[in-house]
């Protein structure tokens, strides 16, 4: 039996709902009919979604993702295909039909409910049949035929990444809808290509990657307007399978520190940022997309801030330093299931002024750092690393590059202000009173707490100090008139485990 009734010609009434699932149904329905308000999509929109959905749901690329997230009985193996058209009609034109309980709809009460949904039509729920964790013992979730019909719009929004959906909430509708426009091409010709093949393709992975991946293009689009996509709060990634082989949901999100922090990357360090990013990409794995199928280890990284900020500084940010000193030799290829190599060789030849001031952006934005105590180890790190290239003090830079605890480090930057408050003293100031290398007030701020405690993040400090002194060693052409000393090439493998 084909339905036939004609759609209505006005707008059915979408809107926002504050839900995560039903306002990324809503963005794909948007995507789909090329417009920007939700009260703009009318009764021809959701025909054309309707008529779409009737053939591309049947290739084998959305037959799985329907598997996975709503279990539609239209996939019944034991049904014609005339049976699956017609169920499947059924639903797409839920829209079309009154609502007749007596009870409003979860997403919109603003209209009567038409049924009461399972997890067939709406993810995440249970089966029909338990009463558990239900108002008043009532198996479902009421939902009007709007809603059961705007559902279906997460097929063309919601790509399925590593076997389950990915589904993101946005606290700014609009990063919704430019997230979900920029997927909906390709969900809807991986659809068309899957169709014609008649098998599905190679499988999106690594959520996180992808969500990032968007997000960058999102940032450059807005800055060439001069908008600013972290002022807009947060993002949260739901990673879910409604299947009933292994229901399961990941949420994952991306604060808004993280999120400010990645905006301003890109736009004040454009070229580094890229550069850092591309060293910690790894190729896709045999069987997954090429282009969709990669990861990026410090994409995956934006997830776990502000709480993993020092790990992110010391995988991402001080490599670039710990390089210019000594260059690792080039990764070899791996054999073996599962293990991946980067696509970026490694970290060696960046710009490190630029990633020093990237540096300095994390601590503020991120990690809410005083910009004074920034300074202050700035212009320590500057100070000690002019030092140590004046005097050639290759001892003096092994037992700060080897210095893990405080009091250590205490020791060595006393006897580096001591010889050098000495060699000034004996040397032609012209009665100057020259700077000493390092300043009891400076040492608090960097390292002390108020209490003259060592700060909390004492191990912090230590590493961007040395990021510092690299740095300026490495302008200096240090580690190049050294690079066959004995005593550096012992430095660089006592540090051999320094990394993270």
Not at 403 to 416: M, V
Request: with cysteine.
């Amino acid at each position: 039996m084909k339905i036939t009734a004609e759609p209505p010609v006005g707008s059915v009434s979408l809107r926002w709902t504050g839900n995560y699932m039903m306002d990324m149904a809503v963005a794909g329905l948007l995507a789909f009919a090329g417009k920007s308000e939700p009260q703009s999509i009318d009764g021809q929109d959701l025909h054309a979604f309707q008529r779409w959905a009737e053939t591309h749901y049947f290739a084998p690329e959305l037959t799985s993702w329907i598997s996975v997230v709503f279990t539609s009985n239209f996939l019944n193996p034991s049904f014609s295909r005339e049976k699956k058209l017609e169920v499947l009609q059924g639903i797409l034109t839920s829209y079309q039909r009154p609502g007749l309980l007596d009870v409003p709809c979860t997403f919109f009460p603003e209209q009567p409910a038409q049924q009461r949904v399972a997890r067939d039509l709406l993810p995440m729920l249970m089966g029909r049949g338990p009463m558990n964790f239900y108002p008043e013992g009532h198996p479902g979730l009421p939902l009007s035929g709007l809603a059961i019909t705007a559902l279906q719009g997460l097929s063309v929004a919601a790509p399925l990444v590593s076997g389950k959906a990915l589904l993101i909430d946005a606290d700014d509708p609009e990063v919704l809808i430019e997230v979900v426009s920029r997927w909906h091409g390709e969900l809807t010709r991986r659809a068309e290509l899957s169709l014609d093949k008649g098998e599905r393709l190679d499988i999106w992975a690594s959520p996180r990657t992808r969500l990032i991946e968007v997000i960058r293009e999102i940032i450059k689009a807005r800055a060439s307007v001069d908008l600013d996509v972290g002022t807009v709060g947060s993002v949260t990634l739901y990673h879910l399978s409604n299947s009933g082989q292994g229901p399961d949901v990941r949420l994952y999100t991306l604060q808004q520190p993280a999120l400010r922090f990645l905006g301003a990357a890109q736009r004040r360090y454009g070229s580094t940022w890229t550069a850092l990013t591309r060293v910690a990409l790894h190729s896709a794995d045999k069987g997954k997309d090429e282009r969709y199928g990669t990861r990026n280890d410090l994409d995956e990284a934006l997830f776990g801030l502000p709480s993993g900020a020092h790990t992110f500084v010391r995988r991402f940010f001080r490599l670039p330093f710990r390089h210019a000193a000594f260059p690792p030799e080039p990764p070899k290829p791996k054999k073996g299931r599962g293990v991946k190599v980067p696509v970026g060789q490694n970290s060696e030849g960046l710009n490190l002024a630029d990633v020093w001031g990237l540096t300095e952006l994390f601590l503020q934005e991120v990690m809410g750092m005083d910009r004074d105590r920034i300074e202050a180890i700035r212009e320590l790190g500057t100070r000690l690393g002019d030092w140590i290239a004046h005097e050639n003090d290759k001892p003096l830079f092994r037992a700060l590059y080897t210095a893990d605890r405080a009091a250590p480090l205490r020791h060595l930057l006393l006897r580096a202000t001591l010889d050098k408050a000495k060699q000034d003293a004996n040397g032609d100031g012209g009665g100057e009173k020259l700077p000493l290398l390092i300043t009891d007030e400076a040492y608090l701020k960097v390292f002390m707490e108020a209490d003259e405690t060592a700060r909390a993040d004492f191990t912090l400090a230590r590493d961007l100090l040395k990021m510092r002194v690299l740095q300026v060693l490495h302008e200096q052409d240090f580690f190049k008139k050294n690079k066959d000393d004995p005593e550096l090439q012992e430095t660089a493998l006592d540090a051999g485990g320094d990394e993270e």
